[in-house]
């Protein structure tokens, strides 16, 4: 059984720090997935990756699969990017999602 | 079109009353999932429909009841819930469920709450 764990569990930083947000999980995935969940709302898948890097505007996430570990950067932060972040595995065949316990970033002005 | 919608936003039920929840696609995703979240703890799967056809349920009790119409809506029946059932619903879907969650997409949810 994959288990995925995150840390750290809570994370305050400054507008403007480097962020980073680590995840490793247990058995090999097809997909490692990084989410992000506002308070009392919904979720936003930000990236899915199989292997190597990849990069949507301030956001960063790379996946090492032999050390079977990621990490979500987030370069510049700003208050808006307070949020929840969830790192959750998906297995070859399989239709389900195994989610880390999420990590919870507060930046503060 | 790139999102899962979900209606009602917001839901307030009594525990005799029945109501439905909807969520609707047009990715041409063929797996749909329907998704239970109590506050600060991950989201627990409950159903997935694969092919318009119910191929997973989480041993959900029965006053939950999926159903898929068509590819592109997914439907959450309630009957005589629990005020302990109060929780944000989610649905999302994907492209396949063979292909580990590609095309992942989450809808906002529905905040249930259960009186």
């Known amino acids: 059984k994959n288990e995925v764990e995150q840390s750290p569990q809570n994370l305050t930083a400054q507008e403007g720090e480097f962020i980073t947000i680590n995840c490793s999980y247990s058995?090999?995935?097809?997909?490692l997935h990084w989410l992000q969940q506002h308070p009392g709302g919904g979720i936003v898948s930000l990236f899915m990756?199989?292997?190597g890097k990849k990069k949507h505007g301030r956001l960063i996430a790379t996946i090492n699969i032999q050390e079977k570990h990621s990490s979500l950067h987030i370069t510049a932060s700003h208050p808006r990017d307070s949020a929840v972040y969830i790192c959750a595995s998906s297995g070859a065949g399989s239709y389900q999602l195994t989610f880390g316990k999420g990590t919870k970033l507060s930046v503060i002005p | 079109d790139t999102e899962v919608t979900q209606t009602p936003k917001h839901l307030v039920m009594g525990m005799t009353n029945k109501k439905s929840l909807k969520c609707e696609q047009h990715?041409?995703?063929?797996?749909m999932y329907w998704y239970k979240q109590k506050a600060k703890k991950p989201p627990e799967l409950m159903f997935v429909y694969s092919y318009e056809k119910l191929s997973i349920n989480e041993s959900v009790p029965s006053r939950f009841s999926p159903e898929c119409p068509n590819s592109s809506l997914l439907n959450l029946h309630l009957h005589a819930l629990q005020p302990e059932d109060s929780a944000l619903y989610l649905c999302a879907s994907s492209q396949d469920r063979s292909q580990g969650g590609y095309g992942y997409t989450f809808g906002s949810g529905t905040r249930l709450t259960v009186v």
């Open positions: 990756l199989s292997s």
């Open positions: 990715m041409g995703h063929r797996a």
């Open positions: 058995v090999g995935i097809s997909a």
